[in-house]
């Protein structure tokens, strides 16, 4: 394998994946500081409006921008593949066609988003007094939204050639700069939820240039030349055949969390801003988990193109029983946390606060469940298998939820946010279990088959 780049197909694997990981679980809690600074921030200096209505954005920004983060795990599944497998001139072609890809899926977004936004908030029942902030929010954030692209891309390459690392160094330099861009802007210059949006952009502007320097830098496969820049046909099929069943399966996991996003804006303002400021922490919990699906889809992906499925089956153990640990102790650390944990965000509000809490016990205390359901996603898109995934999140996870929601949830002495929160526990349940059969059984036909 090249230099600059990591075999993840020989030596130790449990030392390796959590070398692998603890940078990816920094980067993404990094990533996670730009939103909570912007929530935080206007938390104290703009009122619980200004909470409920940046949190109100988040929703509706995932369903939109999923579809094409998941075009950027197909670029990094078929640059693991081909370096596992040593065809080093296609991963330089994917390298080539990830970053005008990543262009074009922002400029596109910038359009739907930035004049969108008040009719995608208003179709989810964002309340009169909190839609119009949300709006001027999710403009501004939107028109940043390339250069976001652009960084999850070329990071999903560096990952995908062993690299966890750099993407942590830029996101620590951007955060620093957004936190302090969100005082700047908020309580220098007054500007309210448009100053920490306009904080949060500038400061995925600065992430981008800084992964496309990286890129270029590189001496391995991986290495970026703007002139090589180019719509490689065979490797733009590969990288929507892995990542656009990805993307769907994101977009569709939001329009579930929409669906419930709406009928939390049923139950007012109060219950938006605790519920905002409760989703927010648990995010941190999420993404040390989520690490780890991003860690099985890399490994799994070197070894698959190595045809190692043997140490295939020992990263599956591995990463499953790590994710246990971890989203299990983060979980009931965030709950017995809670109450000065939401007064950071919300001080005063003790209504606030109690929706959070509330939300806290129902989500946080079973999320390791989420993180079981993750890496066995993980796992089988690492095989190349993304459709699979895809159909059985669909079922499983946004299914179980309209349904619920529509049945169970519309029944008066089931109407309310407990039995909301149910949902998500019952759907991580069914797709991890679902997923777990199919990735064993996608194993023992692989092995099969080559042998």
């Known amino acids: 394998m090249h230099s600059n780049s990591s075999d993840l197909t020989e030596g130790p694997l449990l030392k390796k994946i959590i070398l692998y990981t603890i940078p990816i679980i920094l980067t993404g809690i990094l990533q996670l ?3 909570a600074a912007d929530l935080v921030v206007v938390g104290r200096y703009c009122g619980s409006i200004s909470v409920a209505a940046v949190g109100a954005t988040g929703a509706i920004i995932n369903l939109l921008v999923n579809l094409f983060i998941g075009l950027s795990v197909g670029a990094g599944v078929t640059v693991a593949h081909g370096l596992g497998a040593g065809r080093y001139e296609d991963v330089r072609r994917t390298v080539h066609t990830a970053i005008p890809t990543a262009l074009v899926s922002g400029l596109f977004l910038t359009i739907v988003g930035v004049l969108g936004a008040r009719t ?16 001027i929010y ?41 936190v302090i861009l ?3 802007f908020v309580i220098g210059l007054r500007m309210n939820v448009a100053g920490v949006a306009l904080a949060t952009t500038i400061s995925q502007f600065l992430s981008a240039f800084l992964v496309i320097r990286a890129l270029m830098k590189r001496e391995d496969a991986c290495k970026l030349e703007l002139k090589k820049l180019h719509f490689y046909p065979r490797q733009l099929k590969r990288i929507l ?21 709406s009928s939390v804006n049923s139950f007012g303002e109060v219950v938006m801003s605790g519920n905002a400021a409760a989703g927010n922490i648990e995010s941190f919990v999420y993404i040390s988990m989520n690490a780890y699906s991003q860690t099985s ?3 799994t992906g070197q070894n698959h193109g190595a045809g190692k499925y043997d140490r295939i089956r020992r990263i599956m153990f591995i990463c499953l029983i790590s994710v246990f640990i971890t989203g299990f102790t983060l979980g009931s650390v965030v709950r017995l946390a809670g109450r000065p944990l939401l007064s950071f965000y919300i001080p005063g509000d003790e209504e606030a606060i109690s929706v959070g809490l509330r939300r806290m016990t129902c989500i946080c205390l079973p999320y390791f469940l989420c993180g079981l359901m993750d890496v066995t996603t993980g796992l089988i898109r690492g095989l190349g298998r993304s459709m699979l995934p895809m159909i059985i999140t669909i079922a499983g ?16 002495k089931y109407h309310n946010l407990e039995c909301l929160y149910l949902s998500y526990t019952i759907s991580w349940s069914l797709t991890f279990l679902t997923e777990l059969i199919v990735f064993i059984v996608l194993m023992r036909k692989m092995k099969t088959k080559r042998s």
């Open 33 to 35: 500081l730009f939103n």
């Open 120 to 135: 995608f908030l208003s179709l989810m029942g964002t309340p009169d007094n909190v839609i119009g902030l949300s709006s």
């Open 138 to 178: 999710m403009q501004i954030y939107f028109c940043g939204i390339t250069a976001s692209m652009i960084y999850n891309f070329g990071s999903s390459i560096l990952r995908a050639a062993g690299d966890t690392k750099s993407p942590l160094y830029f996101l620590t330099i951007a955060g620093i700069v957004n």
């Open 182 to 184: 969100n005082l700047v």
């Open 241 to 261: 055949q892995i990542g656009f069943p990805a993307g769907v399966q994101g977009s569709l996991f939001s329009i579930s969390n929409v669906i419930i996003q």
């Open 297 to 299: 889809i890399n490994f």
């Open 397 to 412: 996870v946004c299914g179980m939820r309209i349904v619920w929601i529509f049945t169970v949830f519309r029944i008066p």
